[in-house]
Each structure stands twice: as C-alpha cells, then as structure tokens.
T-cell receptor
Framework: AQSVTQLDSQVPVFEEAPVELRCNYS??????LFWYVQYPNQGLQLLLK??????LVESINGFEAEFNKSQTSFHLRKPSVHISDTAEYFC??????????????FGKGTKLSVKP | KAGVTQTPRYLIKTRGQQVTLSCSPI?????VSWYQQTPGQGLQFLFE???????NKGNFPGRFSGRQFSNSRSEMNVSTLELGDSALYLC???????????FGPGTRLTVT
C-alpha cells in the first residue's frame, strides 16, 4: 500500500528565512507527486507537481521541490518566506495504476506559520 | 477557465437526515473525485467518477454514494447522517484521474 509521511506537523519560521517542508512516500510502483496548499476555510490549491523529466520543479511564487527516487522524498523548499505563505501544505502521490485512478494519497499536512 | 465549483458551501443537518452535495468540474475534465477532510483523519478519498462510471472507491460505508452526469457534473449523497460525518467535503476534477487534480472550495457539513 502507498503512504505519504510529512514529518513535521507544524513549522514556525521568521519572515525572509528559508524553509523546508519534508515529505517521504512509500510505494512499490511509480507515482506522480504533488504539493498542495490550503488557506483557512478554502479548498486545496495545486502548488507544484512532478510527473516526469527534471527532478527539480518550481512554482510561480518561489517554492521548489526535488524528487529524489532513491530516498523516496519530495521535499518542498523556499529560500525566503513571506507572511502570506502562512498556510497548511499537503504532499500527495498519485499511483499510476489501473484501478487507482482519482485517488490522491495525502500526508497529514504541515502548518507553516510565518512570523514577522 | 472557471474553476471547480461546489454547492452549497455550508450545510447544517440533523442526525439521521440525508444530504446531497454538488460539484461542477473544470470544463473538459471528465474525472471527478470526492474527499472528506477532518482534523483527526485528514484527507480521505471517497470515490472517483469518469464518464459517468465509478472507477475507484475508498473505504467508506455504503451510506456514502455518488454519481456523475453526462456533463461531468457530480453529486455525492450521504444517507442516515451521523455526528462523525461532520467534515469538509472536497471535490476535485482532472483530465485523467491520475494526473494533477484541481479542487473546489469545499462544502462544510455540520451534523448536529
């Protein structure tokens, strides 16, 4: 069975500091990888995705994540955070198998709190 | 392009009642998935529909059901509501169901 582990449930950080949110997954088959962000009382917004190709993927607002197959990780990083980045971040995998369609497997989430 | 829309946004029901939630996917998307989000269990997959057929189902009791119409709009129904069904119900649409999914704002269901 596939699973996603986000090791940190809460990450407090000061504004303009760098941050890394960790994500590890377990799967015996190939997966696609995603990071989603959720602001209070809202749905999930797709932040970035890894489907194939370059293992380093970037978002338009400065986040990046690197797919590491040997370590089965997909950590999210940002070199300098803003107050507006305060939100909950979810790592998710999609298994590329018939019968598994539509089922994103999520981690428990990491609450990023950016302090001035 | 318009995003995924869900109605209603908020709902209060009493134990034993039933409820129907609606989801309109992004135009052209044929896959619609439903998730339940609670503080204790996190995000859990309910089911996925593609071209009016349920292709995949999570581990929820039969009280939870869904359907998809020919225009890809989807509904989910929960019968005989329990207190534990209080949650944010999220709908997501996708081209294929295995690539990225785009989420709606959710329906907040409170069961009293």
């Amino acid at each position: 069975a596939q699973s996603v582990t986000q090791l940190d449930s809460q990450v407090p950080v000061f504004e303009e500091a760098p941050v890394e949110l960790r994500c590890n997954y377990s799967s015996s088959v190939s997966v696609y990888l995603f990071w989603y962000v959720q602001y209070p009382n809202q749905g999930l917004q797709l932040l970035l995705k890894y489907l194939s190709g370059s293992t380093l993927v970037e978002s338009i607002n400065g986040f990046e994540a690197e797919f590491n197959k040997s370590q089965t990780s997909f950590h999210l990083r940002k070199p300098s955070v803003h107050i507006s980045d305060t939100a909950e971040y979810f790592c998710a995998v999609s298994v590329t198998l018939r019968g598994s369609q539509g089922n994103l497997i999520f981690g428990k989430g990491t609450k990023l709190s950016v302090k001035p | 392009k318009a995003g995924v829309t869900q109605t209603p946004r908020y709902l209060i029901k009493t134990r034993g009642q039933q409820v129907t939630l609606s989801c309109s996917p992004i135009s052209g998307h044929r896959s619609v998935s439903w998730y339940q989000q609670t503080p204790g269990q996190g995000l859990q997959f309910l089911f996925e529909y593609f071209s009016e057929t349920q292709r995949n189902k999570g581990n929820f009791p039969g009280r939870f059901s869904g359907r998809q119409f020919s225009n890809s709009r989807s509904e989910m129904n929960v019968s005989t509501l329990e207190l534990g069904d209080s949650a944010l119900y999220l709908c997501a649409s996708s081209w294929t169901g295995i690539h990225e999914q785009y989420f709606g704002p959710g329906t907040r269901l409170t069961v009293t």
